[in-house]
């Protein structure tokens, strides 16, 4: 049963991870247009970065040791911002223009940020499926032993 749990485990994970790159990417969405922030700079985009959420429990480390797959799931190991320049369009007019007339713009790529909120979205999605599968597996299991 506790294979069970572990699936269930794992697939939380990657769904909390997913979720945080969706939090993420909608914040760059709404900022594509965001030419100042509080230090008077663009907007930076941001990214999620993950890696194994390996544990270091007992229990993982003897699996390890016998050649057993453990799965170990997924954890957000920081978010980071890109720091690529942005565009620069001329409109003389705005606030944030420079002496030149030129403002610098966010270096958010709308359509780059909803085919990762969609990659994301089916990540999250197929996650929430192999949870759902795991849960209906543990309830049969306890329905053989009524």
Avoid at 24 to 43: F, H, K, L, M, Q
Avoid at 57 to 68: A, G, M, P, V, Y
Avoid at 99 to 104: A, M, P, Q, S
Wanted: proline share 3%; aromatic share 6%; with cysteine.
């Amino acid at each position: 049963m506790s294979g069970i749990f572990n699936a269930m485990n794992v697939s939380a994970s990657g769904m909390t991870a997913q979720r945080t790159r969706m939090d993420i990417i909608s914040e760059n969405i709404a900022n594509v247009n965001t030419t100042r922030d509080e230090n008077g700079e663009p907007y930076k985009r941001k990214t999620v970065v993950f890696q194994e959420n390996s544990n270091a429990s007992f229990d993982h480390i003897l699996c390890n040791k016998l050649e057993t797959y453990h799965p170990h799931g997924v954890k957000i190991t920081s978010i980071v911002e890109d720091t690529s320049e942005g565009a620069m369009t001329y409109d003389p007019n705005h606030p944030d223009a420079d002496e030149n007339g030129y403002v610098t713009l966010p270096n958010v790529n709308t359509v780059t940020e909803m085919t990762n909120l969609i990659d994301a979205s089916r990540s999250y999605e197929a996650n929430a499926t192999a949870f759902n599968a795991s849960k209906a597996i543990a309830s049969k299991g306890l329905e053989l032993f009524k």
